[in-house]
T-cell receptor, first 112, second 117 residues
Framework: QQPVQSPQAVILREGEDAVINCSSS?????VHWYRQKHGEAPVFLMI?????EQKGHEKISASFNEKKQQSSLYLTASQLSYSGTYFC?????????????FGKGTKLSVIP | DTAVSQTPKYLVTQMGNDKSIKCEQN?????MYWYKQDSKKFLKIMFS???????INETVPNRFSPKSPDKAHLNLHINSLELGDSAVYFC????????????????FGPGTRLTVT
């Protein structure tokens, strides 16, 4: 039930792009993306709903492929401030609640 | 103004003790959560609660119990603490987010680092 994130870690130079994937073996209703900086709380980035559109947040956007039960987070022209661990959280289609199950996270490091 | 606050920020205690962590949100949200983040940074839902239902993750030992005196507070009480309980505990809140409405963004508190010795 826990979504699988890939890669586990990635190192980028400022200005480079990255893609983080989140996949599930079960049908999903929603995918949530959060970023957590070291020693801080997770911060909400965006939600993608089944049947919804690709979302964007500054230079960070995401898509949701319902057929593949997969979401991808796109980070464009990365900045130092993008460093942190990115978590996807998923809720299941047809479940009694929208309780989230988080993946193990992808650690992103942006270097000058 | 802090949206979601937790006390204490750090908690060091011995095995077998009972402790509580307090959480308060001033966002007017109706749903609150407790998460446990272990040393490998795995973020795991423990409880989801609004005024209509409590959802307990089946893997949570019954030594853990949420207590909600009102809509703005959800405290976590832990009995007979064990070494494996050492982790960072996050409280979060959202407007809706459980059954009956669309999923919503969650706002997390700063976390409580619990160390059991």
């Amino acid at each position: 039930q826990q979504p699988v994130q890939s890669p586990q870690a990635v190192i980028l130079r400022e200005g480079e792009d990255a893609v983080i994937n989140c996949s599930s073996s079960k049908a999903l209703y929603s995918v949530h993306w959060y970023r957590q900086k070291h020693g801080e709380a997770p911060v909400f980035l965006m939600i993608l709903l089944k049947g919804g559109e690709q979302k964007g947040h500054e230079k960070i956007s995401a898509s949701f492929n319902e057929k593949k039960q997969q979401s991808s987070l796109y980070l464009t022209a990365s900045q130092l401030s993008y460093s942190g661990t990115y978590f996807c959280g998923t809720s299941l289609a047809g479940a009694g609640s929208y309780q989230l199950t988080f993946g193990k996270g992808t650690k992103l490091s942006v270097i000058p | 103004d802090t949206a979601v606050s937790q006390t204490p920020k750090y908690l060091v205690t011995q095995m077998g003790n009972d402790k509580s962590i307090k959480c308060e949100q001033n966002l007017g949200h109706d749903t609150m959560y407790w998460y446990k983040q272990d040393s490998k940074k795995f973020l795991k839902i423990m409880f989801s609660y609004n005024n209509k239902e409590l959802i307990i993750n089946e893997t949570v030992p019954n030594r853990f119990s949420p207590k909600s005196p009102d809509k703005a507070h959800l405290n976590l009480h832990i009995n007979s603490l064990e070494l494996g309980d050492s982790a960072v505990y996050f409280c979060a809140s959202s407007q809706g987010g459980l059954a009956g409405g669309p999923p919503r963004e969650q706002y997390f508190g700063p976390g409580t680092r619990l160390t059991v010795t």
